[in-house]
Structures are given as C-alpha cells and as structure tokens.
C-alpha cells in the first residue's frame, strides 16, 4: 500500500517512522511547505534515496519505479500513484484541499488533522460516498478511540451515558503561544499547538468529532472539564437524577484530572443478570458502569487506518451525524479590522456547543476564521458571530462549508462530480 503524506511536522514524522516499520504499507511521497522537514522525516525514518522537484510525470515514475519523492506543493500529493493519502498539518484548509483532491481523483484520504473535520466532515464524507473512496480521521487520536469504546458498548446493547476523554493541561482558554513559548521549547513543541491544547480548543475540537461520529449531544456549551479520577468516571458522568453532573445521557464531555491521556465511555445497563454478572466480574454495583482506555498513539497508532480503508474499504471514524460544532470564544477584546490568526493563536479559543445552537445563534465555525477580518469591535470572552468578520469565502473549506450548510438544510446541490445526496 502506498501512502503520500502531507505535513512532517511532529506528528508527520511520527507516522512516516512507525509506518517503516509496518509490513505491506509504505510512505512514498511527503509534501511540507519546508522541503527540508520534509526529506528530514523521510531519512529519518531510514530512507536513503528521495527524489525532489515538482515535475508531476518525473515524481509519478518514481513513486510507479518503487522509489519516494519529497514536494513542497501539497496538491502533488494528491496527484501522484498512492492509495491513500493522509494529511497531518492541523490546518483546516489545507486539510479540506487535500481531502477534496483526493476523493474526487478517487484516493482514500485519512486525516490527522480533526480541525478540518468538525468544519467540512459531513461534506467530505458525502463525497467520498459518491467518488467511491473512503473518507475516515485516523486512529490514534482520541475521537477514534472513543468511539472503539462506544461501538463495544453498543454493540452489548449498552445505553451510552456519555463519552469523552481526560484533558492533560490545565484549561486556561487565554493562552497565548507567547504565553507558552518557554514551555513549547521544552515540549519541542510549535507554540500555536501548545496553545491550542492549552486554551481547551483541541479538546472542544475532539468531542465535537466524537459527537457526531457517535450521534451524541454536547453534554454543555465548554464541555464541564470536571476534575475527577478513573474510578469516579461513571459516578460523576451520569444524569443528576442518580447523584452525576449530567442533566441527560448520550453527550460526550470532557474530564481533567489523571484521566488523561485516557479516553472513557460511561454505559448502563438495567438487565438485572447483567448487572449481577458485571459486578461478579469487578465493574461495579451498577447500573452505571465504566469503559476506558489508558493511552491514545497519535501517529503511532494512525497508520491501522490505512489497511481499513486500502484492504477493507471501511471509513474508522466519519461523521455519521451532525450534532456537534465548535465556535470560537474572544480571547482578548478584538477590534475592528484585526485578521484572526486562527486555532491556537492570540485572537480566539474553541467553544463546542450544539449544532442547532451554533446555527440558531449565527456563530461562526472556528475551522473557517483564520485570515477572517473583523466587522467591528468584540468584547473579551464573547462568542464571534458570521455578523462580527469577513470571512473569505473562496477557500475550500469555505465553499465545502456552504455546500453542506445547504445540504443539512435539505436543500440539494448539484456539482461537478454528480447529485450529492441530501441529509
């Protein structure tokens, strides 16, 4: 199986190491705007001989001869001989553009990159419907693994209670990568991501992927982040009724404290034998009951997902619903004419709320505001509305944004690659 990869950053380079050391799959093709990051993560990982330029017919023969090429145009990627495609920049628009191109050349394409999902998901997931070709996030993160555990449960005809996962930071949704720069040193992180996990827009992004993959709620706009532990999960994730937080079931939220970097499903079962039986085999007293996971991979784990879409056919995780999105709180008070330098940066944080909130309030996605300019003046911690920026709409994630709008909207659209089907 060949695989062209876009990003080399921290979690690219992680992805093409552990995919080397896979039998069957190979990475033979990285793009990054950095030619050196790129041929970097290629020799890294033991590749000796790696073709450059940006010849499409030249890098072809490479890859078709059994060779790897390195590029700095992404679109080249989604051109040459592969079976899949994964992209790893965290960048939504890249991530959309990516995504696109390889779909409608017929390619399977695995993101890790979750920001362009909870923007455009449901649309690429339609498109990959009709081109034929499968269309998944990657294992490895945790709304992948998540919903490994709400399948088991479900699958044992267990009512989910909620979902989530442990946040690893303390939440401070004003961080600045200048704020983080000392710490993202240390980490030999990018101080934007740092601030992204930090100011909880990664863990708004997450469950916003795990809500509607799962077709679950949003347990409340910010998620609760309440500080609990392991053995507590099922006690405190539970409807208010029986003594939890939640006031219904089947939400996903967020848990801080050393729940992280685990991910957790709380269930319930009222089968009296099952309950008799659970709590014979050490999970409790019932009805409430924990599933967890003590570890995500990231990039370690991503590549099981390439065997299931190149062999199998079969999408890991897709929206199947759309009932979560993320919009973007003010992290400071912003001013008239300032350009958003998107997730992570100084401007915004990730909200999570509803999507029938998000829609009924016009707030703007956070996965479409970088590089928008705002209207007018915005108060600090205020939630920024389609009225409050001038986004620009010929990106492609802003146009497969509103072409899904339209489609959830019930209206249908027709396009170049055919009728795409309406919610």
């Known amino acids: 199986m060949r695989v062209g990869l876009v990003g080399a950053g921290q ?8 995919v080397r050391r896979i039998s069957g799959m190979e990475v033979v093709a990285v793009a990054d705007i950095d030619l050196q ?3 970097g993560a290629l020799q890294a990982a033991g590749v000796e001989h790696v073709a450059t330029g940006d010849d499409l017919d030249k890098l072809s023969s490479v890859v078709a001869d059994g060779g ?9 990627a989604t051109a040459l001989p592969v079976d899949m495609v994964i992209d790893a920049t965290g960048v939504p628009e890249i991530g959309a553009e990516v995504a696109l191109r390889s779909l409608l050349a017929g390619r399977h394409v695995g993101l890790l990159n979750v920001e362009t999902d909870i923007t455009v998901g449901w649309m690429l997931s339609r498109i990959a419907a009709q081109s034929g070709a499968v269309y998944t996030l990657c ?44 710490e993202a040193k240390r980490k030999k992180m990018n101080p934007k991501m740092l601030a992204s996990f930090v100011d909880g827009s990664k863990a708004m992004i997450e469950m916003a992927a795990l809500a509607n993959a799962a077709d679950l709620g949003v347990s409340r706009r910010g998620l609760s982040g309440y500080r609990t532990t392991v053995p507590e999960l099922h006690n405190v994730f539970r409807p208010a009724a029986d003594g939890g937080i939640l006031d219904r079931s089947g939400v996903v939220d967020m848990a801080t404290g050393p729940v992280a970097p685990g991910v957790f499903v709380v269930a319930r079962s009222d089968e009296p034998i099952v309950v008799e039986e659970m709590e014979y085999l050490g999970m409790g007293a ?26 199998d056919g079969r999408s890991d995780i897709q929206p199947r619903a759309w009932r979560a999105e993320v919009a973007a709180g003010a992290k400071r008070a912003l001013r008239a004419g300032e350009v958003i330098d998107g997730i992570g940066g100084d401007c915004v944080y990730g909200v ?24 007018r003046d915005v108060a600090r911690d205020r939630i920024l509305t389609y009225d409050d920026v001038e ?16 489609l959830l909207a019930g ?13």
Do not use: W
């Not at 979690?11 to 552990?18: E, H, K, L, N, S």
């Not at 790897?68 to 080249?76: G, I, K, Q, R």
């Not at 555990?149 to 979902?163: K, N, P, Q, Y």
């Not at 010929?394 to 509103?402: D, E, F, P, V, Y």
């Open 11 to 18: 979690m690219g380079r992680g992805f093409v190491a552990q």
């Open 37 to 39: 990051r790129a041929t």
């Open 68 to 76: 790897t090429v390195a590029v700095t145009d992404h679109t080249l």
């Open 139 to 182: 294992r490895g993160d945790e709304p992948a693994e998540a919903l490994k555990l709400v399948e088991f449960a479900r699958d044992l005809a267990f009512d989910i209670v909620c979902a989530g996962k442990g946040k690893n930071n303390p939440l401070n949704p004003h961080a600045t990568p200048a704020d983080l720069a000392d």
């Open 286 to 311: 019932g009805p409430y009951y924990s599933f967890y996971r003590p570890y995500h991979l990231a990039s370690i784990e991503a590549p099981l997902s390439i065997p299931a879409a190149v062999l």
């Open 352 to 375: 999570i709320d509803s999507a029938e909130a998000v829609k009924a309030e016009g707030f703007a996605p956070l996965g479409l505001l970088a590089g928008a300019r705002l209207t």
């Open 391 to 406: 986004i620009d709409t010929s990106t492609t994630i802003a146009q497969l944004r509103a072409l899904q709008d339209r």
């Open 411 to 423: 209206h249908p659209v027709v396009s170049g690659f055919g009728q795409v089907p309406a919610a």
